[in-house]
């Protein structure tokens, strides 16, 4: 009878051992008024219990800008936040010392738009005007080309807070242009209001604070497990999840799925084919973002990248 309780008593132990070992808790941001694709991610994991099943008692939390997210993350008020390569670099330049672990891949479209009047057709035209954007996040750095590409000299960049004051400043006439992205970008162009003179592409990046990650080996891996499955109930609730969204930033669901579609990973089929790993051209184009950025001033100095990217 001793022996059965003592080993009760071990297994109990054991057992209480591995749970307190896997509830890690996790403080989570992403940005709800960023963009597509990280936006509903963040969504599922709010309002599903897959942290959970990878053993994170979990707090997530909803920010509205790149700004944010970093400034959650250097004062230690995040562990890890969803955001863009940009801002990874911006970060690194700043020297947080913080591990860019995996991608969702593509944040959809960043563009340089105009009000729809016929003012301005080609981005020529907008020599010696002004060009709203989001200074030290990834706007910053497509102002900046559109800026040196056109009239390095003679543009003015104008600093705004969010998308929908760059939008009511476009229309309201005191600014000529501004960066605008998806879903936003897809909403206003559906609206007929704005014009696009031109847009690229970017590209979504999952950090996590070097503090958080070197307290246990395995964290990165459960993260990425957490983050792929949140990924793939995402791309196989499309409706479901595209409607939490829509009632967030009051967009509809159909704009934000032709939006979210730019995606490569939005129609795959099993949760295998998503792809998340940073490969070497997202690792050269954050360089090029690094060198960019330094050589205009955007950040102190050019940052170790690689010693940083899991």
């Not at 994991?45 to 790149?66: M, N, R, S, Y």
């Not at 990165?220 to 990924?231: P, T």
């Not at 159909?254 to 790993?277: H, Q």
């Not at 955007?298 to 170790?304: G, T």
Request: charged letters at 25%; hydrophobic letters at 45%; proline letters at 2%.
């Amino acid at each position: 009878m001793k022996h059965l309780i003592a080993l009760a008593l071990v297994t109990l132990l054991a057992c209480g051992s591995y749970a307190a070992e896997k509830n890690t808790s996790l403080e989570l941001a992403y940005p709800l008024l960023g963009t597509i694709v990280v936006a509903q991610i963040g969504l599922v994991l709010e309002k599903t219990d897959i942290l959970k099943k990878h053993g994170f008692d979990a707090h997530v939390t909803a920010l509205g800008t790149g700004k944010e997210l970093k400034t959650a993350m250097m004062s230690n008020k995040a562990d890890v936040i969803l955001t863009s390569e940009s801002n990874f670099v911006v970060l690194r330049g700043n020297k947080f010392e913080g591990y860019a672990f995996s991608t969702f891949g593509s944040a959809g479209r960043l563009a340089l738009v105009v009000k729809n009047d016929g003012k301005f057709k080609k981005p020529e035209d907008l020599k010696g005007k002004k060009i709203g954007a989001i200074l030290g996040t990834t706007v910053h750095k497509e102002a900046l080309e559109w800026k040196n590409k056109i009239d390095k000299k003679g543009i003015e960049l104008i600093n705004l807070g969010s998308v929908a004051a760059i939008l009511s400043a476009i229309e309201a006439g005191t600014i000529e242009a501004g960066m605008v992205w998806d879903p936003f970008l897809e909403n206003s162009l559906v609206s007929k209001k704005f014009l696009m003179l031109g847009f690229s592409e970017f590209d979504l990046i999952n950090i996590v604070s070097k503090t958080y990650a070197d307290k246990d080996q395995k964290i990165i891996s459960r993260l990425n497990d957490s983050l792929r499955d949140a990924f793939f109930y995402f791309v196989t609730h499309k409706k479901e999840v595209n409607s939490w969204y829509a009632e967030q930033v009051k967009i509809d669901a159909d704009t934000l799925d032709r939006a979210s579609s730019i995606n490569k990973n939005y129609n795959v089929k099993k949760v295998t084919e998503l792809k998340m790993i940073i490969n070497e051209d997202l690792k050269k184009k954050m360089e090029e973002i690094s060198n960019f950025f330094f050589s205009e001033k955007v950040i102190p100095e050019k940052p170790n990248l690689m010693d940083f990217i899991k």
